[in-house]
């Protein structure tokens, strides 16, 4: 009998109603409910937990034989424990649902992938996620405003800051895609290029300067991986010619679908707009026509130089500086009542605010040792990606695919730069930490399933 192949692979076979349950909980994740006291994750949970079902039963009825005290899960615990013991001291229940999620949802994430293997939900969510991308694309440009210059692009949303962090939290999977169908070969991947083509315009169109920095190391993954999946065919004679088509047609793809865009969200919704207004489409599309890549481009060099002309660097950062020294200042062991408070950041005075930073905001409402572990767990991840993006020999010995790898990075660098300007740690409560949780539980999983457990002892025993 032939042995089991030591891998996290996992069935990369997924049915059609787990990618409905990730289009459903990405929707979830981003719209608001009819729920009473904005409950809406709870159905972003409830979801969750039925695309998890099958391998949380498959996890109970061997969890003797699972091993479960591990590093990851031990910092996890803690921020649970932290913001339990935060909900003892002020009963809010918002702070009873975060001691859930990491006490107990995560945990099971992470237990699950290590049991059942990491490709199958990872392939599931990839494909949900562009699912609802396009959906969302439909809705922004029936429901949303045309694209302006001048104007930070926000779809439907009431900020454009969420309509970025959605698509850095798309870019993975749509990466992901690519590489698979790079990979494979055939005509799929010029779909996914123009996929990622849509993602960047749009993301440059908010002028979101924490969702244009998400997207740079992404974009870096992704070229990277690809380079070496192209470099990596076995013909000598027909590498270069292959390498270069590829860049080529890709490359072309994507200024054709980055054109496309801006187009349909300048002058052809300005067109559609005005022929259902008094106005012209004449009219509307001499409006449009102030709206092409240089006034994209031009509104984005505004906001990167903001404050930078007089030197007001607390200016350029939106007030983060002030308000970051304001929150560290009143960290202590245990959280606070409320997540936000006032503060006074130069000329900027702020009744109630957040802290614009992830590992702050941790610390500051469930208590230090929760920072902490936050900072810890988050490192872990930064150090593993890299590791397997630059040096390539971790993801050989985890036994991961380009693909996973391209997931996995770009989640990662993608959310440390979300974390250290925005506020979204919760799972479920914000789409970018969702990603990121179900990311990074399947990233430490990597190698932990039991074929690569057995396979390490065998290992061990032959060295002995």
Same mark, same amino acid.
């Given at each position: 009998?032939?042995?089991?192949?030591?891998?996290?692979?996992?069935?990369?076979?997924?049915?059609?109603?787990?990618?409905?349950?990730?289009?459903?909980?990405?929707?979830?994740?981003?719209?608001?409910?009819?729920?009473?006291?904005?409950?809406?994750?709870?159905?972003?949970?409830?979801?969750?937990?039925?695309?998890?079902?099958?391998?949380?039963?498959?996890?109970?009825?061997?969890?003797?034989?699972?091993?479960?005290?591990?590093?990851?899960?031990?910092?996890?615990?803690?921020?649970? %424990?932290?913001?339990?013991?935060?909900?003892?001291?002020?009963?809010?229940?918002?702070?009873?649902?975060?001691?859930?999620?990491?006490?107990? %949802?995560?945990?099971?994430?992470?237990?699950?992938?290590?049991?059942?293997?990491?490709?199958?939900?990872?392939?599931?969510?990839?494909?949900?996620?562009?699912?609802?991308?396009?959906?969302?694309?439909?809705?922004?440009?029936?429901?949303?405003?045309?694209?302006?210059?001048?104007?930070?692009?926000?779809?439907?949303?009431?900020?454009?800051?969420?309509?970025?962090?959605?698509?850095?939290?798309?870019?993975?999977?749509?990466?992901?895609?690519?590489?698979?169908?790079?990979?494979?070969?055939?005509?799929?991947?010029? %779909?996914?290029?123009?996929?990622?083509?849509?993602?960047? =315009?749009?993301?440059?169109?908010?002028?979101?300067?924490?969702?244009?920095?998400?997207?740079?190391?992404?974009?870096?993954?992704?070229?990277?991986?690809?380079?070496?999946?192209?470099?990596?065919?076995?013909?000598?004679?027909?590498?270069?010619?292959?390498?270069?088509?590829?860049?080529?047609?890709?490359?072309?793809?994507?200024?054709?679908?980055?054109?496309?865009?801006?187009?349909?969200?300048?002058?052809?919704?300005?067109?559609?707009?005005?022929?259902? =207004?008094?106005?012209?489409?004449?009219?509307?599309?001499?409006?449009?026509?102030?709206?092409?890549?240089?006034?994209?481009?031009?509104?984005?060099?505004?906001?990167?130089?903001?404050?930078?002309?007089?030197?007001?660097?607390?200016?350029?950062?939106?007030?983060?500086?002030?308000?970051?020294?304001?929150?560290?200042?009143?960290?202590?062991?245990?959280?606070?009542?409320?997540?936000?408070?006032?503060?006074?950041?130069?000329?900027?005075?702020?009744?109630?605010?957040?802290?614009?930073?992830?590992?702050?905001?941790?610390?500051?409402?469930?208590?230090?040792?929760?920072?902490?572990?936050?900072?810890?767990?988050?490192?872990?991840?930064?150090?593993?990606?890299?590791?397997?993006?630059?040096?390539?020999?971790?993801?050989?010995?985890?036994?991961?695919?380009?693909?996973?790898?391209?997931?996995?990075?770009?989640?990662?660098?993608?959310?440390?730069?979300?974390?250290?300007?925005?506020?979204?740690?919760?799972?479920?409560?914000?789409?970018?930490?969702?990603?990121?949780?179900?990311?990074?539980?399947?990233?430490?999983?990597?190698?932990? =399933?039991?074929?690569?457990?057995?396979?390490?002892?065998?290992?061990?025993?032959?060295?002995?």
């Amino acid at each position: 009998m032939a042995k089991k192949k030591c891998s996290i692979a996992g069935d990369v076979e997924h049915s059609s109603l787990t990618v409905a349950l990730w289009v459903l909980f990405f929707f979830c994740s981003i719209l608001p409910l009819p729920l009473p006291n904005g409950y809406d994750w709870v159905i972003a949970m409830l979801l969750c937990v039925a695309i998890f079902l099958k391998g949380i039963c498959s996890f109970l009825r061997n969890a003797v034989d699972t091993p479960i005290a591990n590093p990851w899960i031990l910092l996890v615990q803690v921020i649970g %424990v932290s913001f339990l013991l935060t909900f003892a001291l002020f009963v809010k229940v918002t702070f009873l649902f975060y001691a859930v999620s990491f006490c107990l %949802v995560i945990p099971l994430i992470y237990l699950t992938f290590q049991e059942n293997g990491i490709a199958g939900i990872i392939s599931a969510m990839a494909r949900g996620f562009n699912v609802a991308f396009w959906i969302l694309v439909v809705l922004s440009f029936f429901f949303g405003p045309a694209y302006s210059a001048g104007v930070q692009y926000s779809s439907f949303f009431s900020d454009p800051n969420v309509l970025g962090y959605v698509i850095t939290s798309v870019m993975p999977c749509t990466g992901y895609l690519f590489i698979g169908a790079l990979r494979e070969g055939g005509q799929r991947k010029l %779909v996914y290029a123009a996929a990622l083509a849509v993602q960047v =315009t749009m993301a440059l169109m908010t002028a979101s300067r924490t969702t244009t920095l998400s997207l740079v190391p992404q974009i870096a993954v992704i070229a990277v991986v690809a380079f070496r999946v192209l470099r990596a065919r076995n013909d000598f004679r027909t590498k270069r010619v292959l390498i270069l088509r590829s860049v080529v047609s890709c490359l072309l793809t994507f200024v054709l679908a980055a054109s496309a865009t801006l187009g349909l969200f300048t002058f052809g919704k300005s067109a559609i707009d005005g022929s259902l =207004t008094a106005d012209s489409p004449s009219n509307a599309l001499t409006q449009g026509s102030n709206s092409g890549f240089s006034a994209m481009l031009e509104s984005n060099v505004r906001r990167y130089s903001k404050g930078l002309d007089t030197g007001n660097y607390n200016d350029f950062s939106s007030g983060r500086l002030g308000i970051w020294a304001s929150f560290l200042q009143d960290i202590e062991p245990l959280g606070h009542e409320s997540e936000t408070k006032p503060v006074v950041s130069g000329s900027r005075n702020y009744d109630f605010i957040y802290a614009h930073n992830v590992f702050i905001q941790v610390a500051y409402s469930g208590g230090l040792f929760a920072g902490v572990s936050m900072c810890l767990i988050m490192l872990i991840s930064l150090i593993q990606a890299g590791a397997m993006v630059l040096g390539g020999k971790s993801a050989a010995r985890h036994s991961l695919s380009p693909e996973l790898v391209t997931f996995f990075a770009c989640v990662v660098f993608g959310y440390f730069i979300y974390a250290f300007l925005g506020n979204g740690y919760a799972m479920f409560k914000y789409l970018p930490a969702s990603v990121f949780w179900i990311a990074s539980a399947a990233l430490y999983a990597s190698c932990r =399933t039991p074929e690569c457990r057995e396979c390490c002892r065998n290992q061990s025993r032959q060295l002995s």
